[in-house]
């Protein structure tokens, strides 16, 4: 019976072959661990990250939508105070329809007015504005009466400055008031967001 021997160098390259079959074994494990594993294990992590998050939500529902109503019905409300305030702003100065209106309120409150000298414009946060100087003279009771009547007017102005001089010989108090009405109304949100545009 013959037996079959190997030698040295044989088995040492079997051994190399063996061993690089090994090693080339435990690279595919390796590489297939990589590319399916890891991706897998990730998308398992990002799934579990979503759940949490959609359970946290349904769990804050609730309290979100009382938060909701509670903003929308706040944004109602200054949406209808900016029309209000629309309405009371006109596009352009108008100063001559105002003063003549001005002058019938003193005139129905026996208040004599003179010298009307309107200024120039001034550019605001929105809006411009206009200064009105003038002169009068009437009883207390008449100043009175027309500022208060002024305060009631429908279009926005205020009064800025009043002074009252005092004479002692007469029953009518001079008087020197500054008005300002407001005109041009914008929203600057609307200018900000079309020079955005623009851009």
Same mark, same amino acid.
């Given at each position: 019976?013959? /037996?079959?021997?190997? =030698?040295?160098?044989?088995?040492?390259?079997?051994?190399?072959? !063996?061993? &690089?079959?090994?090693?080339? &074994?435990?690279?595919?494990?390796?590489?297939? @661990?990589?590319?399916? +594993?890891?991706?897998? #294990?990730?998308?398992?992590? $990002?799934? /579990?990250?979503?759940?949490? #998050?959609?359970?946290?939500?349904?769990?804050?529902?609730?309290?979100?939508?009382?938060?909701?109503?509670?903003?929308?019905?706040?944004?109602?409300?200054?949406?209808?105070?900016?029309?209000?305030?629309?309405?009371?702003?006109?596009?352009?100065?108008?100063? *001559?329809?105002?003063?003549?209106?001005?002058?019938?309120?003193?005139?129905?409150? $026996?208040? &004599?007015? /003179?010298?009307?000298?309107?200024?120039?414009?001034?550019?605001?946060?929105? @809006?411009?504005?206009?200064?009105?100087?003038?002169?009068?003279?009437?009883?207390?009771?008449?100043?009175?009466?027309?500022? =208060?009547?002024?305060?009631?007017?429908?279009?926005?102005?205020?009064?800025?400055?009043?002074?009252?001089?005092?004479?002692?010989? /007469? =029953? #009518? @108090?001079?008087?020197?008031?500054?008005?300002?009405? @407001? +005109? *041009?109304?914008?929203?600057?949100?609307? =200018?900000?967001?079309? #020079?955005?545009? !623009?851009?």
């Amino acid at each position: 019976m013959a /037996s079959c021997v190997l =030698d040295a160098e044989t088995v040492r390259f079997g051994r190399l072959l !063996h061993y &690089a079959g090994v090693g080339i &074994a435990l690279l595919c494990g390796a590489a297939a @661990y990589s590319c399916l +594993f890891t991706p897998i #294990e990730k998308d398992i992590f $990002n799934v /579990s990250v979503r759940i949490d #998050e959609l359970t946290e939500s349904a769990r804050n529902a609730p309290a979100i939508n009382t938060e909701h109503e509670r903003l929308s019905g706040h944004l109602k409300a200054i949406r209808a105070r900016y029309a209000a305030l629309q309405s009371r702003v006109p596009a352009s100065a108008e100063s *001559g329809s105002f003063l003549k209106y001005v002058s019938d309120i003193a005139r129905q409150q $026996n208040l &004599a007015i /003179s010298e009307f000298q309107p200024s120039r414009s001034t550019e605001g946060d929105g @809006y411009t504005a206009m200064e009105v100087i003038f002169n009068g003279r009437g009883s207390f009771a008449s100043i009175c009466s027309f500022f =208060d009547q002024l305060s009631k007017l429908t279009r926005l102005s205020k009064v800025k400055d009043v002074s009252v001089a005092v004479a002692d010989d /007469s =029953d #009518e @108090y001079p008087l020197k008031a500054t008005l300002v009405i @407001y +005109f *041009g109304l914008t929203d600057k949100r609307s =200018d900000k967001a079309k #020079e955005g545009g !623009h851009g």
